[in-house]
C-alpha cells in the first residue's frame, strides 16, 4: 500500500496515537493531491532509444524514505559528438547530404542542446506549481548562437551569412510573449497556502529553578524539570480550504506544593477548518499556478518546436552557401585552367611570330586575375566548410574533423514545373500551423487565468472557521501535597486515601471523551476601504489582455504578409534560376564561337579570354540563383509552417538528441561528380513539394 495513500482509521488510543498523526494526515495529504495521470503506452527500446526524463514527478518516499530530501544531481553535458560523424568520414573528408547535414544538427548542434533543457526547466515549474508555489517562468527564445546562416522572415535577407544572436522572451517566436505582464506573477491574486501536507515539532526540555519570593510557595527554592513534545500539521486544498491539526504534549515534575500532580501529563489538540467565502474562493484562484505551469509547458514544446525549425532552417541556408562555395570554385578553377591554356598557346604562337608579344602579357593578366578569383573561392569555401563543421558538432578539437574537408553530395534540383497553391490557402495553413500563433494562444490563456485571480483580489477577505479541540490532565500526585484524614476544605492537602494516579493513556483519552472540550466557530473579516491598489492592478491586467489580443491580431496579419512575400520570392527566383541558364547557354555558345573563330586566324586571344570570362561570370551567377531559389523555398516553408512536416523531421527525435529516421528533403539530387565510395542518400521524394501541400 502506498506510505502516502494509507487510510486505516487508528483508534484513540495512547497506543495508536502516534500512527494516527502520521498515518491519518498522510492520508489526509491524498486529498490534496491531484488525481494520476494515466499511464503512458510502452514503447520498445528501439523507438525510444534514449529515455525521456520528467521532472514534474516528485520522487517517491518509496523505496528510499530520504528521497525528496535527497538533491538529485544531473549528468554533465556531453561534450562529444555522435557517431554519425564518424559514419560519414571518408579518407579524412567528411562526405554530406543535406539529410545528413540536418540529422547531424539535431544530434550536435548547440543551439538546439541548449533550448532542449527548457523542457526539463518547464517540468520543474509545473513541479513547484502543484506544491502552491508560484512558478519562476520558462524561457521562450530562440537560441541563435551558430554562425553561418540567417533565419528568414518579412524583412531578414534568407542565408545572410555568418553571425547570430540570442533572441530573449521578446524576440522571434514570442508572439504575445514579447509583451509585458507584470500583474501575472505571484505577487498579484490571492495567497495560496501550501498543497505540500507540512508536519513540524518540538521536542524540548527545560530545567528551571527559581528562589521564591511567596509566603504561599510552601519551598524556598521552586524547581521544574518541563518536556515537551508538540506536533502540528498543515495543507491548504484546491477549493480554498485550510487545515491545520495541532497535538501538544507537556510531562512536569516540580516539587511545589501547590501541584496536585507531579509528574503532571498534560495533552491538548486542536482541529481546524478555515475555509475563504470571498477572496481566494474557489479553484480558479488557487490552482492558477498548476494551470499555467501546464501551459508554460505545452509553450516549451511549442517554443522547442519553433528552435528545431529555426535550426534547420538555417543549416539548410549554409548548406546551399557551402554548396555554392562548392560549385563557384569549381568554376573559378575551370576558369583559371583555361587561362593557362590559352597563355601556352599564346606564347607558342608568339614564338613563331603569329601574335603579338602584348598577347602574352594579356594572356598573363587573365591568368593572374583567374588565380585571384580562384584564391577568394578557396577561402570562401574553406569557411563555409568550418561554419558548417562548427553548426554540426558539439566541439572541433577532434583533429580529424577540425582539418576534414566538408563534401556536399545533394545538389539542386528545379523542379519542370512550379505548381503554386493560391495564396489564401497558404495563409490559411499558416494561420493553422505557425509557431507565433499557437505561443501566442497559449499566452492569452494564460493571461485570464491571471485576470481570474486578480479578479478575486478585489473582493473583501471573509473566512468562515471552525475548530474542535480538547485537552486532558493525569499524573501522579505529588509527594510534596501534605496528606489530610480526615478530608478538609480549610487546608492546601489531599485526601489520605490519595487521587487515583493517571496515566498517559487516560490523558488522552480524556481528548477524545468531551472531558474539556474546546469547540466554537466563527467569521474573519477583512474590507480595505478604498482598495485602491486591487482596482488599479485589476485593470492593468485587463489592459495587457487586451493590448496581447491586439498584438495576436497583428502577428496574424505580419503572417499572412510573410506567406504572400515568400511566395513572390519562389516565383522571382524561379525567374532569376531560368535567366541566369538562359545566360550560360548563351555564353558557351559564344565562347564555342569564339574559339572557333580563333582557330581560322579570325579573333584574338582577348575576344576568347572575355568569353571565357563571361561564361564563368553566367556559370556563378547561375549557381547563386539556384542556391537563392533553394532557401525561398526554405523561407517558403518557414513561413507557412510546414517545414518539419514536409522534411520529415521528427521533435521526438531532437527532443532526444539521436535521430532514429533520417529526415527527407524534397527536390534534392546526388552530385554527379560525387565519389563511389561516399555515403549513399536516400532518394529524395518529389512529391512533398511545399508549394503542392
Same mark, same amino acid.
Given at each position: ?6 487510510t ?13 498523526? %502520521? ?10 493531491q ?6 503512458t503506452p510502452?514503447?520498445?527500446p528501439e ?6 526524463l520528467n ?5 517517491s ?8 530530501y535527497t538533491a538529485?544531481?544531473l ?7 555522435t557517431?554519425?560523424i564518424?559514419?560519414l568520414?571518408?579518407?579524412g ?8 547535414a540536418?540529422?547531424?544538427?539535431? *544530434?550536435?548542434?548547440?543551439? %538546439?542542446a ?18 502552491g ?24 535577407q ?6 547570430g544572436?540570442?533572441l530573449?522572451?521578446?524576440g ?13 506573477g505571484?505577487?498579484?491574486?490571492p495567497q ?9 515539532g ?12 511567596s ?6 527554592f521552586?524547581?521544574q524539570?518541563?518536556y ?15 487545515l491545520s ?8 515534575v516540580?516539587?511545589s506544593t ?7 501529563v ?12 470571498? @477572496? ?10 498548476i494551470r %499555467?505551469?501546464?501551459?508554460n509547458? *505545452?509553450?516549451?514544446?511549442v517554443?522547442?518546436r519553433?528552435?528545431i525549425?529555426t535550426?534547420?532552417?538555417q543549416i539548410e541556408?549554409?548548406y546551399?552557401?557551402l554548396?555554392f ?6 568554376v573559378?578553377q ?9 597563355l601556352?598557346d599564346?606564347?607558342k604562337?608568339?614564338? %613563331?611570330?603569329s ?19 580562384l584564391?577568394?573561392a578557396?577561402t570562401?569555401?574553406?569557411?563555409q566548410?568550418?561554419l ?15 582539418g576534414?574537408?566538408?563534401?556536399p ?9 512550379e ?15 505557425r ?17 481570474q ?11 468562515l ?6 485537552s486532558?490532565?493525569?499524573g ?11 478530608p ?16 498517559y ?8 471523551n468531551?472531558t474539556?472540550p474546546?469547540k466554537?466557530?466563527?467569521l474573519?473579516?477583512?474590507i480595505p476601504l478604498r482598495?485602491?491598489a ?10 495587457e ?7 495576436l491580431q ?6 499572412s504578409? *510573410? ?7 519562389? *516565383?522571382?527566383?524561379?525567374a532569376?534560376v531560368?535567366s541566369?541558364?538562359?545566360?550560360v547557354?548563351?555564353a558557351r ?6 574559339q572557333?573563330?580563333?582557330q ?8 576568347v579570354l572575355q568569353?571565357?570570362?563571361?561564361l ?7 549557381m547563386?540563383a ?11 516553408d518557414?513561413?507557412?509552417?510546414v517545414?518539419?512536416d ?11 538528441? @539521436?535521430?532514429t529516421?533520417?529526415?527527407n528533403?524534397p527536390y534534392l539530387?546526388?552530385?554527379?561528380d ?7 542518400q ?12
Open positions: 500500500m502506498p506510505f502516502a495513500c494509507l486505516r482509521t487508528p483508534r484513540p488510543t495512547a497506543a495508536l496515537l502516534f500512527r494516527t498523526l %502520521i498515518f491519518g494526515t498522510l492520508s489526509i495529504a491524498c486529498l490534496g491531484e488525481p494520476p495521470a494515466a499511464p510502452q514503447t520498445t523507438m525510444r532509444p534514449v529515455p525521456a521532472y514534474a514527478k516528485p520522487v518516499h518509496f523505496p528510499n524514505p530520504i528521497g525528496p538529485r544531481h549528468a554533465a553535458p556531453s561534450f562529444s559528438n557517431p554519425r564518424d559514419q568520414m571518408r579518407d573528408k567528411l562526405y554530406l547530404s543535406l539529410n545528413d540536418i540529422a547531424l544538427a539535431l *544530434e550536435n548542434n548547440l543551439d %538546439i541548449i533550448a532542449r533543457y527548457n523542457l526539463n526547466i518547464a517540468d520543474t515549474d509545473v513541479l513547484r506549481a502543484r506544491s508555489a508560484s512558478i519562476l517562468g520558462v524561457p521562450l527564445g530562440v537560441v541563435q548562437n551558430t554562425p553561418g546562416g540567417g533565419v528568414g522572415g518579412l524583412g531578414a534568407v542565408g545572410s551569412g555568418s553571425g544572436t540570442t530573449g522572451s521578446g522571434i517566436g514570442a508572439g504575445t510573449n514579447g509583451l509585458v505582464s507584470s500583474t501575472g505571484g505577487g498579484f491574486g495560496i497556502t501550501s498543497f505540500d501536507p507540512v508536519l513540524t518540538t521536542l524540548q526540555e527545560d530545567k528551571n529553578t527559581t528562589k521564591s519570593n509566603l504561599f510557595s510552601g519551598v524556598p521552586t524547581d524539570n518541563t515537551t513534545a508538540n506536533f502540528a500539521y498543515q495543507q491548504g486544498f484546491h477549493w480554498g480550504t485550510n491539526v495541532g497535538f501538544n504534549n507537556t510531562h512536569t516540580t516539587n501547590f501541584s496536585t500532580f507531579s509528574p503532571d498534560g495533552s491538548n489538540f486542536q482541529f481546524k477548518l478555515t475555509q475563504h467565502l470571498l @477572496q481566494g474562493l474557489g479553484s480558479a484562484a488557487n490552482t492558477r499556478f %499555467i505551469a501546464k501551459n509547458r *505545452e509553450l516549451s514544446d517554443a522547442f519553433l528552435q525549425i535550426s534547420v532552417d541556408n549554409m546551399w552557401d554548396v562555395a562548392y560549385e563557384n570554385l569549381r573559378k575551370e576558369s583559371l585552367t583555361f587561362s593557362q591554356k590559352t601556352s599564346t606564347k604562337q608568339v614564338e %613563331i611570330g601574335l603579338a608579344p602584348i598577347e602574352v602579357v594579356r594572356a598573363q593578366s587573365t591568368v593572374a586575375t583567374d588565380q585571384q578569383s584564391t577568394v578557396l570562401n569555401l574553406q569557411l566548410q568550418l558548417m563543421k562548427n553548426a554540426l558538432s558539439r566541439t572541433l578539437h577532434d583533429p580529424a574533423l577540425a576534414a574537408e566538408v563534401i553530395i545533394s545538389t539542386m534540383q528545379v523542379p519542370e514545373q505548381s503554386v497553391v493560391p495564396t489564401e490557402d497558404l495563409v490559411n495553413d499558416a494561420l493553422r500551423h509557431v507565433e500563433l499557437v505561443e501566442s494562444r497559449i499566452d492569452l490563456n494564460s493571461r485570464e487565468l491571471s485576470n485571480a486578480v479578479r478575486s483580489s478585489l473582493l473583501p477577505t471573509l473566512d472557521f471552525a475548530y474542535y479541540g480538547g486532558g490532565l493525569g501522579d500526585v505529588s509527594p510534596a501535597v501534605p496528606r489530610c484524614n480526615p478538609t476544605i480549610t487546608t492546601f492537602c489531599v485526601p489520605a486515601g490519595g487521587i487515583p494516579r493517571v496515566s493513556g487516560g490523558t488522552v483519552h480524556q481528548l477524545f468531551s474539556a474546546d466554537g466557530v466563527g474573519t473579516l477583512n482598495n485602491r486591487a482596482e488599479a492592478v485589476q485593470i492593468r491586467s485587463e489592459l489582455f487586451r493590448q496581447a489580443q491586439m498584438r497583428q502577428i496574424e496579419n505580419q503572417i504578409i *510573410e506567406v504572400r512575400n515568400a511566395q513572390f520570392s519562389v *516565383e522571382q527566383n524561379r532569376s531560368a541566369a541558364q538562359a545566360s547557354d548563351f555558345q559564344s565562347l564555342d564561337a569564339e572557333k573563330k580563333y581560322f586566324g579570325t579573333s584574338t586571344t582577348t575576344a568569353n571565357r570570362s563571361a564563368a561570370t553566367s556559370e556563378s551567377t547561375l547563386s539556384m542556391a537563392a531559389y533553394e532557401k525561398s523555398r526554405i523561407e517558403l518557414r513561413a507557412v509552417g517545414l518539419l514536409h522534411h520529415g523531421i521528427s521533435i521526438d527525435d531532437a527532443a532526444r538528441g @539521436q535521430v529516421r533520417l529526415p528533403v539530387a546526388p552530385r554527379k560525387a565519389p563511389a565510395d561516399a555515403p549513399a536516400p532518394p529524395s521524394s518529389s512529391a512533398a513539394q511545399p508549394q503542392q501541400q
